[in-house]
């Protein structure tokens, strides 16, 4: 149950973090960090059934991602401010709405910014509920961490379940199989998911406007999203603990791979990181490189559990 809590305060950690460090860098932190702290803790849990010589160079290579998920960050909200500034100093009309009159009809004619452009990143400011700009660029790395270190315990909580390294049971009280440990995980982290939303409905942090819980169940916007969201976040959970019963929870982490589809989600789908500096593009490169070679040095470290008889 302790690995539900985990992961629930890690998610919600993440979904603000979000806001400030972006998609793409958020979730390449957070997977580093977990690899780096989790997998360290699985190997020796598991009783170093990976091979440890691939095993922890693939950790550093996580580590240098870290490094150069915080360099990238950096660099865009460098990137950023300057634009801002270019803009202000140009005596061009900052609105939230740039709208132009056509004199012949009447009508009106939105003009769309363009990606990456400073009008476009003051628009996405107008629109969303988490306010950004003036902000310190550790406090969104901050909540990044903590996420991170969040995601980097809710493995090794399930693995000690399932296989009571600490021996917490009594003798002769068999171990609990992946699906019953997989329940009580799911429980916990829905429990605390519900008291930790209602909680921040009513006070809010990062002087997001107050709410309800009348007002949460009447707003059934984009909730699609969030019921697929949650039924593949609880599929890929299963499915990774299944492999690290077999295959050891160290290797098991290699699905923290996930930054690479969230990449081109965040760069492609929601224009992360366009029109920035040449170096903004050479540290994002670096790090999902390095990203890519540390996750497949993690799963060529897999070796097998070994089952004793009792």
Not at 32 to 44: H, K, P, R
Not at 70 to 75: C, I, K, P, R
Not at 287 to 298: D, E, K, P, T
């Amino acid at each position: 149950m302790a690995g539900g809590v985990f992961l629930s305060l890690g998610n919600l950690s993440t979904q603000y973090a979000w806001a400030f460090v972006g998609l793409s860098v958020t979730e390449v932190i957070t997977s580093s960090i977990a690899v780096v702290l989790g997998t360290t803790l699985n190997y020796f849990l598991d009783d170093r059934i990976n091979r440890a010589e691939i095993l922890f160079p693939g950790v550093g290579c996580f580590l240098v991602a870290v490094c150069l998920g915080s360099a990238v960050h950096s660099s865009n909200a460098a990137d950023n401010e300057k634009k801002l500034v270019r803009l202000s100093t140009s005596r061009e009309t900052i609105s939230y709405e740039d709208e132009t009159k056509d004199l012949e009809n009447g009508t009106h004619k939105e003009e769309k910014a363009k990606v990456g452009s400073a009008h476009h990143l003051i628009e996405l400011e107008n629109k969303r509920a988490i306010k950004v700009f003036g902000k310190s660029i550790w406090l969104g790395l901050s909540i990044t961490f903590f996420a991170g270190v969040c995601y980097s315990l809710f493995s090794p909580t399930f693995n000690l379940a399932t296989n009571n390294q600490w021996h917490m049971m009594k003798r002769g009280t068999p171990n609990l199989v992946v699906y019953t440990a997989f329940f009580y995980f799911s429980l916990s982290f829905f429990v605390i998911a519900v008291i930790l939303n209602v909680w921040f409905l009513y006070r809010p942090v990062l002087n997001l406007p107050k709410s309800s819980l009348t007002s949460y169940l009447k707003d059934w916007k984009g909730r699609n999203w969030a019921f697929l969201a949650g039924v593949l976040c609880g599929l890929g959970n299963g499915l990774q603990f299944m492999g690290g019963q077999a295959a050891g929870y160290a290797a098991a982490d290699c699905v923290q791979a996930l930054p690479l589809v969230s990449t081109f989600w965040g760069v492609v789908c929601f224009g992360e990181y366009w029109r920035s500096s040449k170096r903004t593009y050479v540290l994002l490169t670096s790090m999902l490189f390095m990203f890519i070679v540390a996750v497949a040095v993690l799963i060529a470290s897999s070796g097998h559990r070994k089952v004793y008889s009792r």
